[in-house]
């Protein structure tokens, strides 16, 4: 049996099998060659149909985005919400072009898409028009080609089109997909040959798997890397053996924080914070997502609390105006009724306001008018000096006086629940003009911020005006009641001089002469009355343009 063996497998059946071997490895490698190149055609048209779907579908959504990039800036108006409509703009006539080249080389007609094309390039020139309006400050023209809605009309051109191409492509795709099956039965029995060489052809697909792997921790460590570059960058570095999975579930973690953040943004709550982020890793964070998120919530919410202040000091501005344009004739219930609403709306505890009063020397002092502490009026009297104590200073340099560090005894009125020092105290002169009419003086348990110090010097403007308003009132009705006075007199000496007038004439032959001269007193006195009644008159008129 063995020489058997050895006869039938001799040196020329070797060479036979030999030579049968390397014809079937022939055979096999032509129908190899010719199945691969089938295979290969089949794959580049499939190939092609899904580069077709895809570049169709990445024009689609570069419209999408150019469009949310245009209603971000049109709400925002800031140059970074405009990235996604430049890139759009960019990017979307190199696509057409592209698109058009393989539907060539397919053979599809690229003229039956000129409709879609052109509704596109007109969606795309409008987002252009909107940025202008917007960099103009035209919102309203802006919102009002918005509403127009013209993507509406080029959805109603894109879904028939894209019907057409879909049907097109899958055309494609079914055929591409036959030539492959008969690839695939043609490839059948050279893969059973190939059987008998599948080891080293398996060492090769190992030796692949190894570089696959290793490209794919490349790209998972890159990823990584790029998520803490940009979107957040937590305290502890990742380590080289990091979970590919933890990776993910880090990424869509924070990209759902991202969202989160966003939401809470624009509804207004200003105070959201992004969970894991502290001052151990802020500053690893400035040019991260992240970082830029938790920095437009604070230029935000900058920017809220200035309208909140400016909204607040207006609304004081107007309800102060409204009480000192209402004229009362006590002045210092005018001025206490003014010093309690602003005590309170400033959430100040007590104040006063001195007046400019002129002594009898003509000596010029501050006496105060009003008094308010801990919710009651006070009734303190008390008159300052120019130069004394800090009110007198604060008259004569015409300047406001701010004080945090308060002596203990600085003020004397205190609570029914004892005595407590304010933390901050406000003098403000009343300037009119050149000069100063009074000065007012405020104490709170807290520091005065910046923007209530000049509420309140503005809102000092009116009451010095009407603290002068109400001088030259009360000097009128000072003169006009002097005047009054006057007058009484004048009709009591034309009484006393009618009476004489009649003695005279009774004895008018015996005394001519003497009746003369009583006649002329008579005019001037008629005269001066006359005179002191136009006096009157016009007193009186004053005082009524006065009270109107």
Known sequence: MQAFSRKRFSRPGIVVAILFIIGLMIGNFALFYHNRSSLLKSQRVKGQVDEVVKRFEGL??????????????????????????????????????????????????????????????????????????????????????????????????????????????EGLRDQAERDYQASLRNTLALQIILLLVSVPVLMVVIHRLRQSEKRRRDLFAQLNHSSQRYVFHPE??????????????????????????????????YEVQWLGLNAANQSLNTATLAGELVGMREQMKKVKEEDGRRLWANEGLARFSDRLRTQQEDLGEQLSGFLAELIKYVQANQGAVFVVKEEPGGERVLEMRACYAYGRKKFVSRTVYPGEGLVGQAYREKDVIFLTDVPEDYLQITSGLGQARPNSVLIVPLVHGEGVVGVLELASFQVFQEYEVDFIRKLLEGLASALVTAGVNEQTRSLLAESRQQGEVMRAQEEELRQNTEELFASQEAMSARNQVLERRSKELLTSQEAMSARNQVLERRIAELER
């Open 60 to 169: 689609w959504g570069l419209v999408q985005i150019g469009d949310l990039g245009i209603r971000g800036y049109l709400l925002i108006k800031d140059a970074k919400m405009k990235v996604p409509l430049n890139e759009a703009l960019r990017d979307y006539p190199r696509k057409f072009d592209e698109l058009e080249q393989l539907l060539t080389e397919q053979g599809f007609d690229v003229a039956r898409m000129a409709t879609y094309k052109k509704q596109y390039v007109s969606k795309m020139n409008e987002t252009i028009v909107l940025e202008r309006l917007r960099s103009e400050d035209r919102l309203e023209e802006a919102l009002a080609i918005l509403k127009k809605d013209s993507g509406y009309e080029l959805w109603r051109v894109f879904a028939p089109f894209q019907k057409q191409l879909a049907a097109f492509e």
């Open 236 to 269: 502890a570095e990742s380590g080289p053996g990091l979970n590919e999975q933890k990776i993910i579930a880090e990424l869509i973690a924070n990209l759902q924080k991202a969202a989160d953040f966003i939401q809470n943004i624009t509804r207004g709550n």
